[in-house]
């Protein structure tokens, strides 16, 4: 065994010191300003795992000697950089916390390095990025505070989600609007717009659960074809004030809620199908109106489709079948000479 002893073979010549390879970095979870980043690599090993965000173009270098200083990166712009323990295990790590103070909207190179203070492997290139930009937020979906816009002409615009759970979605002011979102669907919270012209536009499916869904003020309005589908289930969608609207929708269905537009000339037009199932569809005020013959099908199951007030029209909609009854109420001292006014039912044969 002296023949082993005497020097003859180098210290590291059985070395089994296995060193990482570096084979994707990736970032989910995209903001405005964060993203959750994850290195996969290929025989993972315990070291260092180093991270950099630069902006598209920029190429960083790494040096240990330069670990305490922007963990060991060098680029003429860093947007984020941190350094994580690499466990030695599993096909994939996570860096904690989430990369933030990133800028929207930015496209943004990823970059890594692992080390064990002997050994480096990298740097390596990640796959690129952009963060969300500032106007088009992807979800609107407070838990338990309130995202308010207020003032002139304030907007909440093309989130694809307005999903409060326990809280509320606010705009206030003049011409208030919350636009272009997919889904509008309240838990157990409030999207409300309030004001001169207020307006929920373009939403793909307005469906409160517990919450509510209104427009408030002059001129309110949920409008524009592309609300498919107007289904509260336990809530509410409501527009109140002077000429409001619910405009377009391809199914008015409220389940055990209400669906109801009050005040001077409100109206819901071309509507596919007005269908409540226990619940209310409800028109109130001056000449409510369900108008414009896309109301193929107005058939409650065992709820009501009521206009009531000053010349109040249920017009052109038989394509899909008449309702089984349309209550029709006249106010007192309008048309009818009879104090305490009249209510019509009209019913098929």
Known sequence: MAFFDSGFFDSGFFDTAVTPTITAITASNITQTTATVTVSRSNPAAGTLYLVIV???????????????????????????DADTDPGSGATYQFTPDASGLTAPTAYDLWAVWDDGATTAGPVQGT???????GVPVTVSPASAQITAAGHVPQIAQPRMAAPTAAHIAATGR???????????????????????TGIGQSRTLSPVAGQVQAT????????????????????????????TIGQAQTV?????????????PIVVKGVRVD?????????GHAPTIAQGWARTVAPTAGHVRAMGWAPSVTTMPIGGYPSSVTITVPAGRLLSVASGRTITLRTR
């Open 253 to 265: 269905a409220p389940s055990r809620a209400q669906t109801v537009v009050s005040g001077h000339a």
């Open 276 to 284: 409540p199932q226990t619940g209310r569809v409800e028109w109130a």
């Open 128 to 134: 690129g990025f952009s963060t969300a930009s500032a």
């Open 175 to 197: 011409a208030p609007t919350v636009a272009q979102p997919r889904s509008i669907a309240t838990s157990a919270g409030s999207a409300a717009a309030t004001g001169h012209a």
């Open 55 to 81: 902006p598209q173009g920029v190429t960083p270098s790494w040096s240990r000697a330069n670990i305490a200083t922007n963990s060991g990166w060098t680029a003429t712009t860093i947007a984020y950089h």
């Open 217 to 244: 003020g002059h001129a309110p309005a949920v409008l524009q074809g592309d609300a498919q589908a107007i289904a509260p289930q336990a809530g509410h969608a409501q527009a109140h004030g002077y000429a409001q």
